[in-house]
């Protein structure tokens, strides 16, 4: 029996000392989540920690505690040392991993012991890079390869950092392409699902795939399929009981979980809304190789442009809706909208006129994407001709609106931020809420002078102004 109360059998199991009795403790068989930032690792980790055997703290970088123990055990043991400081050492003897692990066991151990738990899980950022070490250390080890849709994550990015990518790991992509935050997020994406998906083919019989896309539609169903692969009684009821106020709060989480209450899938699809050209076409090539690999629609030219898919997975039912949106289907947001595209046109006079010249001979589109899972609404479009002061809905004949010279697109939420003056136009906009595109390469100016003339034609404040 050690000082704290723990008896330890030297096969891998710990007897606690837990309300008076002695509960068994598996330090063989630790769970570790391979996830990138932003892909639902936080959810996932209170399903885990809910679970009345297992136990999953905060972000702890166990995994890289682990890779630098190795180091240190390996140098001390006189073996070859790795080239780069940071990387692992091309051999790694076992007197070391035997080191690392006593460590690991130890601090397992205690916290299982503390929390009366049977079995420790961890979810670690870019614990994918150190997979074979973690086998080495646990060969019963269990993996669960955390998957998202590219285009949520690059929006969930944006969101959670809107003055700028720091932290979750965006830091060394922002660096790199410091004005192109979809481009550096797109990279980012890329680079840990490619880690997480070869650690997933390498190690297959360690490893259980999880989309978030499944986990939030399903959470019942995934949980129940996560604990049979880690050889746990199943927990019912579970996706409601893991936010229980007790959860433990330290460390770095999603900001948004403190204020959820039960699994939602409402920020599925909300990537929609983010323009997929500011990423270079080698890139998306390689984003929708994996895509395909994790069974998600590809990013393609026409993402962004047309009705928001029913789903993001190709098991799914992607396609656009089928039904016929009228004025009456249409959001208020989106009615709100037309309303005030109507009164400005109703307004335009000569002064206007003569103001916007370089564009008041043009045909726009204007388009408000639903809400996020709604798959049963269209996305509502018209057609502004200034010429003729007219607006058109072509929400059922969205082909009307291919020769216009250029379109501006949005969600029917930014949109009334924008009208109802909680957002300015140029803020939307930089933040990718509402989008601006093109017929031909009209050049920068002629954007500044197309989205000035839309805000005076909506009754705006400048969208230039400082804010």
Excluded at 55 to 77: D, H
Excluded at 250 to 257: H, L, Q, R
Excluded at 266 to 273: A, F, I, K, L, Y
Excluded at 394 to 409: K, L, Q, Y
Aim: net charge negative.
């Amino acid at each position: 029996m050690n000082s704290d109360g723990r008896y330890l059998d030297g096969g891998g199991q710990v007897s606690a000392s837990v309300d008076g009795g002695h509960a068994a403790i598996s330090l063989a068989e630790p769970v570790f989540v391979l996830c990138a930032g932003r892909s639902g690792s936080t959810l996932l980790r209170f399903l885990l920690d809910a679970h009345p055997e297992l136990a999953c703290p905060p972000e702890t970088n166990l995994p890289v505690m682990a890779g630098q123990l190795a180091t240190v055990w390996s140098l001390i043991a006189g073996a070859p040392l790795a080239k780069e400081r940071g990387d692992e050492p091309p051999v790694i003897p076992e007197e070391a991993i035997r080191g690392a692990r006593r460590t690991m066991d130890e601090m397992i151990g205690s916290y299982l012991a503390r929390r009366g738990k049977k079995r420790y899980c961890d979810k670690s950022l870019g614990t994918a890079r150190y997979a074979e070490l973690l086998l080495r250390l646990y060969p019963q080890a269990r993996f669960l390869c955390l998957y998202r849709h590219p285009m949520d994550v690059i929006a969930s990015g944006i969101e959670a950092c809107p003055w700028g990518l720091q932290g979750y790991g965006f830091d060394q992509y922002i660096a790199g392409t410091p004005g192109n935050a979809v481009f550096a997020l797109a990279r980012f994406w890329s680079e840990n699902t490619a880690a997480i998906a070869a650690a997933e083919e390498r190690f297959a019989g360690s490893c259980h795939r999880v989309r978030y896309e499944d986990l939030v539609t399903d959470p019942e169903g995934v949980a129940a399929g996560i604990f049979d692969f880690l050889g746990v009684a199943r927990a019912p009821g579970i996706s409601s009981r893991c936010f229980a106020p007790e959860r433990e709060r330290s460390g770095p989480a999603d900001y948004k979980i403190w204020h959820t209450s039960q699994v939602s899938a409402q920020s599925v699809g909300r990537g929609w809304s983010i323009p997929a050209g500011l990423i270079p076409p080698q890139v998306t090539a390689y984003i929708n190789e994996l895509a395909e690999q994790l069974g998600y629609i590809p990013v393609d030219e026409q993402w962004g442009t047309t009705t928001v898919p029913k789903d993001l997975r190709v098991t799914g039912d992607h396609r656009p809706a089928d039904s016929q949106a009228t004025a009456a289907d249409q959001p208020a947001e989106a009615a709100l909208l037309a309303d005030r595209l109507r009164a400005g046109l109703s307004r335009m006079d000569a002064q206007f006129a003569r103001r916007w010249e370089a564009c008041t001979a043009e045909s726009f589109t204007v388009a408000a994407l639903p809400p996020v899972g709604n798959g049963a609404a269209e996305q509502s479009q018209w057609r502004v001709d200034l010429t003729a002061r007219t607006l058109t809905d072509i929400t059922s004949s969205p082909e009307d609106g291919n020769d216009t010279a250029w379109d501006i697109v949005g969600s029917a939420e930014a949109w009334q931020a924008v009208l109802t003056a909680r957002t300015n136009l140029a803020v939307a906009m930089r933040r990718c809420e509402l989008r601006y595109c093109e017929d031909g390469p009209a050049g920068p100016t002629a954007a500044d002078t197309r989205i000035s003339m839309l805000a005076d034609l909506l009754r705006l404040d400048s969208p230039w102004q400082r804010t």
